[in-house]
């Protein structure tokens, strides 16, 4: 399993982007990255998934170098509802699964 | 997207009673299902990994005999925490991977806080 380091904590203003970056130096060529948004008492929800380059949706942006060896997750404007914890999952087949990190606490603030 | 239905989303149990929690994939099929258990403040921690039709795989340190899982069709999966006590009390979580996609992108439930007293 690809090991996972991404911040404990961050903070933003509403309206800022916030980019939160994982590390994962081991990654294997098959693994996939996807990013998981979780609020209080509640299942985690699907951000955004990529295996190289970027990748843009509705709700983010992720960025992940030729090296793969990290990404970025990039959220444009941030509300105060999106504060959450983020999880950066790294893995392919059934070790994808296991592979959730302590994620990213954002606070957004007005 | 795929959907996933947890139930409860919330229960209260006697110590020594047996709690029954269903996670259903609505609107696809689910192969493989996942359990997680979450401690407030703490990151999810799997438990089992569920195969239609097959015996769930448990990680280690969880008790199969204590955490029942079952998954008879392609689109449900339950899990019984058998003679709950208190140290059982938690949020469990259910996931589920769509077939034909791969394992990789995760589709959970709202989860069941379990309150055992």
């Known amino acids: 399993l690809a090991k996972i380091t991404q911040p404990i904590s961050m903070d933003s203003y509403e309206g800022q982007e916030v980019n939160i970056t994982c590390s994962h130096n081991?990654?294997?060529?098959?693994?996939?990255i996807t990013w998981y948004q979780q609020f209080p008492s509640q299942g985690p929800r699907f951000i955004i998934q990529g295996y190289k380059t970027k990748v843009t949706n509705e709700v983010a942006s992720l960025f992940i170098p030729a090296d793969r060896k990290s990404s970025t997750l990039s959220l444009p404007r941030v509300s105060l509802s999106d504060t959450a914890v983020y999880y950066c999952l790294v893995g392919t087949d059934s070790g994808y699964a296991l592979n959730f990190g302590k994620g990213t606490s954002l606070l957004v603030t007005p | 997207g795929a959907v996933v239905s947890q139930h409860p989303s919330r229960v209260i149990c006697k110590s020594g009673t047996s709690v029954k929690i269903e996670c259903r994939s609505l609107?696809?099929?689910?192969?493989?299902m996942f359990w997680y258990r979450q401690f407030p403040k703490q990151s999810l921690m799997l438990m089992a990994t569920?195969?239609?039709?097959?015996?769930?795989?448990?990680e280690q340190g969880v008790e199969k005999d204590k955490f029942l899982i079952n998954h008879a069709s392609l689109t449900l999966s339950t899990l019984t925490v058998t003679s709950a006590h208190p140290e059982d009390s938690s949020f469990y979580i259910c996931?589920?991977?769509?077939?034909?996609?791969?394992?990789?992108?995760?589709?959970f439930g709202s989860g069941t806080q379990l309150s055992v007293l």
């Open positions: 609107d696809f099929q689910a192969t493989t």
């Open positions: 081991n990654i294997a060529t098959n693994d996939y």
């Open positions: 996931s589920a991977t769509e077939t034909g996609t791969g394992p990789e992108k995760l589709f």
């Open positions: 569920s195969n239609e039709g097959s015996k769930a795989t448990y």
